[in-house]
């Protein structure tokens, strides 16, 4: 489970160094004016995407929890998964809730 969560945070580190350029690129590209001039631009940035790699892209990375680093079934707002959340309101970590039986 860690070596998931390590990849996952080189993923995000990756991203993060590289999601400037990558916005400014999607711009430029869906810019038909710009495009239609700068033809050799756009082929150094087609270039570029095919020459990068995969781990830089927003689509790879994954949403896991924070305390177990499980990927499934995660409040995103709170970043926990749906059993660590469970055994916190059980533990009254949060105000509101409680354990109920019937």
Same mark, same amino acid.
């Not at 390590?6 to 990558?22: P, T």
């Not at 916005?23 to 710009?34: G, Q």
């Not at 020459?51 to 499980?70: H, L, T």
């Given at each position: 489970?860690?070596?998931?969560?390590?990849?996952?945070?080189?993923?995000?580190?990756?991203?993060?160094? $590289?999601?400037?350029? +990558?916005?400014?690129?999607?711009?430029?590209?869906?810019?038909?004016?710009?495009?239609?001039?700068?033809?050799?631009?756009?082929? @150094?940035? @087609?270039?570029?995407?095919?020459?990068?790699?995969?781990? +830089?892209?927003?689509?790879?990375?994954?949403?896991?929890?924070?305390? $177990? %680093?499980? *990927?499934?079934?995660?409040?995103?707002?709170?970043?926990? $998964?749906?059993? +660590?959340?469970?055994?916190?309101? %059980?533990?009254?970590?949060?105000?509101?809730?409680?354990?109920? *039986?019937?």
């Amino acid at each position: 489970m860690r070596y998931l969560v390590a990849k996952d945070r080189k993923r995000r580190v990756l991203f993060a160094k $590289s999601e400037m350029k +990558q916005t400014v690129f999607k711009i430029l590209r869906k810019n038909k004016l710009f495009a239609e001039k700068n033809k050799t631009l756009i082929t @150094k940035i @087609k270039k570029y995407y095919r020459n990068s790699p995969r781990d +830089q892209f927003y689509s790879r990375i994954r949403a896991r929890c924070v305390v $177990s %680093g499980k *990927s499934g079934w995660i409040f995103t707002r709170l970043k926990v $998964s749906g059993m +660590q959340l469970r055994e916190m309101y %059980g533990k009254g970590y949060f105000y509101g809730f409680k354990n109920s *039986s019937w």
